[in-house]
């Protein structure tokens, strides 16, 4: 199977560099997890909204890695809340990948696992080009993202009622730990002497 591996959105300086950049451009690596080679005539990048798809070539060996930058595709990373889309050869999604937020300089968004088949795990990590990707988190957040579920998808009945009982929760231990704390309160709502609770 091919997968989205990492993609460096936000390298450091001119994004646009052309010689002598060594890693420090924008690239997006795939890794080959089946058993034999793929050739990728007919693949394609997406990075969203109005842009157009980009159309991949070259072959991938089974348990190998495939970099393609900036300059070889003329593909566009977004460094905030930006998204990555790779398709087969007969038009069919095969991995996607997202981040919310502001892309972090010189750090790759790489798969650091790989879990059930409708969840991706990605951090921002130090980019490994050509390599295994770097596993450490380096205390950024992981973040779990469904696939074929819009970053920005309203809340569900059942999540949007669990925030609120969350709230409710969290308002009635403050209030109890207020009054618990204020011997006027405390005298005031349950009688009694002050102190004595």
Not at 34 to 39: A, F, I, L, P, R
Not at 45 to 61: N, P, Q
Not at 131 to 156: E, H, M, Q, S
Request: aromatic share 14%.
């Amino acid at each position: 199977m091919i997968y989205i591996n990492e993609w460096l959105p936000n390298p450091i300086g001119n994004d646009n560099c052309k010689t002598n950049c060594g890693w420090n451009v924008e690239y997006v690596e795939l890794a080959n997890k089946g058993s034999s080679t793929v050739d990728l005539d007919g693949w394609a990048f997406w990075t969203g909204g109005k842009s157009k798809k980009v159309f991949l070539g070259g072959r991938i060996a089974p348990g190998g890695y495939l970099v393609f930058t900036k300059a070889e595709t003329k593909l566009s990373l977004k460094n905030n809340n930006g998204g990555l889309w790779l398709y087969g050869p007969d038009g069919a999604l095969v991995d996607h990948a997202a981040f919310t937020g502001a892309a972090p300089v010189r750090k790759s968004f790489s798969r650091i696992g790989y879990g059930a088949a409708d969840v991706q795990y990605f951090a921002f990590v130090d980019p490994t080009p050509g390599a295994a990707n770097n596993t450490i988190d380096n205390g950024v957040t992981v973040r779990r993202y469904p696939l074929g579920v819009p970053l920005d998808a309203p809340l569900g009945a059942f999540q949007f009622l669990g925030l609120l009982l969350a709230a409710a929760t969290m308002l009635a231990v403050a209030w109890a730990y207020i009054v618990y704390k204020n011997e006027n309160l405390s005298q005031l709502i349950f009688g009694g002497d002050a102190g004595v609770w």
